[in-house]
């Protein structure tokens, strides 16, 4: 059960996009369509930003997006927001019938 | 309103034990899976353990392995984790959360657990 891996931190400038990578194994990210993403500001409890790789909870804008190429997944953010400034974290169903996050990923919005 | 209560978090010695709940509100638990995430503060997070929806199906992860217990009970529209052994390294805020499929959504406040002499 190894965390998926994600780069500690990206930073973009207002309006830009910025992508988030989250690599794992064919036993858990490239094995199954089960890729989550969560955002999480200081101090405050994770939200679902993305569902099954690519699904948009109702309510989460859709500037948020996100897609899997192989055992790497990402999140696309575009039209930066000040707002937009927190910790991400990828998670995936893996072969083992369990679930594994990744290490989570800074973003500062300069 | 869709919501998680967790409550039980404490202070607790190395070896001790401590029983979690997590109150459901909103909603059916019953048609859902059930998690337990946990996050040392100022870390990442780290999933704990799973359970399906009619609790006949469960699933752990190694650091936790034969130690904790996850249980529900749909009566109540509650889930347990029993945790015992505990150590230091278990130290943290643990989160429930529902699980529409492998995802997570929405999360409880959190109940913080501290393990130390």
């Known amino acids: 059960q190894s965390a998926l891996t994600q780069p500690a931190s990206v930073s973009g400038s207002p309006g830009q996009s910025i992508t988030i990578s989250c690599t794992g194994t064919s036993s858990d990210v490239g094995g199954y369509n089960y890729v989550s993403w969560y955002q999480q500001h200081p101090g405050k409890v994770p939200k679902l930003m993305i569902y099954?790789?690519?699904n948009r909870p109702s309510g989460v804008s859709n500037r948020f997006s996100g897609s899997k190429s192989g055992n790497t997944a990402s999140l696309t953010i575009s039209g930066l927001q000040a707002e937009d400034e927190a910790d991400y974290y990828c998670?995936?169903?893996?072969?083992?019938?369990?679930?594994?996050f990744g290490g989570g990923t800074k973003l500062t919005v300069l | 309103e869709v919501q998680l209560v967790e409550s039980g978090g404490g202070l607790v010695q190395p070896g001790g034990s401590l029983r979690l709940s997590c109150s459901a509100y909103g909603f059916t638990s019953r048609s859902y899976w059930m998690h337990w995430v946990r996050q040392t503060p100022g870390k990442g997070l780290v999933w704990v353990s799973r359970?399906?929806?009619?609790?006949?199906?469960?699933s752990y992860a190694d650091s936790v392995k034969g130690r904790f217990t996850i249980s529900r009970d749909n009566a109540k529209n509650t889930l347990y984790l029993q945790m015992n052994s505990l150590r230091a390294e278990d130290t943290a805020i643990y989160y429930c959360?529902?699980?529409?499929?492998?995802?997570?959504?929405?999360w409880g406040q959190g109940t913080l657990v501290t393990v130390s002499s």
């Open positions: 359970i399906n929806g009619d609790g006949s199906s469960t």
């Open positions: 099954d790789v690519s």
């Open positions: 998670s995936s169903y893996t072969s083992s019938s369990s679930l594994v």
């Open positions: 959360a529902r699980g529409p499929g492998a995802s997570f959504d929405p």
